[in-house]
């Protein structure tokens, strides 16, 4: 559903919103999207589990628990922190995990980093058994197959297609079924240039760019500014936005045009991937550090 957003802007901009967050009220955004055709494969292969990796505050793993009690599949979910075991009941998106069927498996920063790694996988499956593997994020070509349906035929009509970037696959997508005369402009929610050679892998078109400007001091990081946002933008709007992506796209979107980056009369599309989930657990930071909480509606 697209839903127009107003905001009095000269130059004639148009600002509108997919709300992605809608598809699903668990598995919602771009998690529905990558894990669509990875299930469809998993259930292909005859697996019976999926495993899979994610940080204390996950969407990916809130969604791929919900998804396996939804579809049949057993679930694994390695979290990022040996901190966190023994936590679950003081962290919403883990208690939502293993209440919906996850088993959570917590290992060390140092082994986390080693996810990717042929000896690290093989280890796991002595220890698992045979499992379904659903990279961290949920990006993987079958996970970009999925992103490239966001894009409908009604959105021909917009120049610029906005989107938070985490682990590139929805961006990838994105570029993939643009129209060629679209822009596509990510704005990464983590510090650092890497993420352009992960975004090549997957995108066959150079009609794109990254925004590196809005991570308001990296992944999770956020300040008093940004809260105010998200809040009035929901009471303007009455548009949830998750502090961790979205809302700091919509910030970086709106903070451009009023810096006329934007040509006039252009037409901007914003993608809501999601993940209001993670807005409980960041309010519990927000409540110990005397900050205002996220307003939400879900």
Request: charged share 25%; proline share 3%; hydrophobic share 40%.
């Amino acid at each position: 559903m697209n839903q127009e957003i107003h905001i009095d802007f000269q130059n004639n901009i148009s600002l509108t919103i997919k709300r992605e967050d809608l598809i699903h009220p668990f598995i919602s955004g771009n998690k529905f999207r990558k894990l669509k055709y990875n299930l469809l494969q998993a259930k292909a292969e005859n697996k019976k589990t999926v495993l899979t990796f994610g940080g204390a505050f996950s969407n990916h793993i809130a969604a791929v628990a919900f998804a396996g009690k939804e579809y049949g599949f057993k679930t694994i979910g390695l979290i990022r922190g040996e901190e966190l075991f023994g936590k679950i009941e003081e962290n919403p998106t883990l208690k939502f995990a293993q209440e919906n069927g996850m088993q959570l498996e917590f290992v060390s920063r140092e082994d986390y980093r080693l996810k990717n790694e042929i000896s690290f996988l093989e280890n796991l499956k002595q220890q698992f058994g045979d499992f379904y593997l659903v990279p961290e994020g949920g990006t993987n070509e079958l996970a970009v197959k999925g992103c490239e349906e966001i894009l409908t035929a009604e959105d021909a009509a917009f120049n610029y297609v906005c989107c938070a970037v985490g682990t590139g696959g929805t961006i990838s997508g994105l570029i993939n079924s643009a129209h060629p005369d679209q822009k596509i402009l990510g704005f990464p929610a983590l510090k650092g240039d890497f993420l352009k050679d992960e975004i090549r892998i997957f995108a066959k078109k150079d009609n794109w760019d990254l925004i590196s400007d809005y991570h308001f001091g990296g992944y999770g990081k956020i300040n008093l500014e940004l809260i105010e946002f998200i809040n009035a933008f929901f009471d303007e709007n009455k548009v949830p936005l998750d502090p961790i992506y979205t809302g700091k796209m919509v910030f970086g979107v709106i903070d451009l045009i009023r810096k006329n980056y934007f040509p006039a009369h252009s037409k901007i599309l914003l993608i809501h991937t999601g993940g209001l989930q993670g807005i409980d657990g960041m309010n519990l930071k927000l409540m110990q550090k005397k900050l205002p909480i996220l307003k939400t509606n879900v």
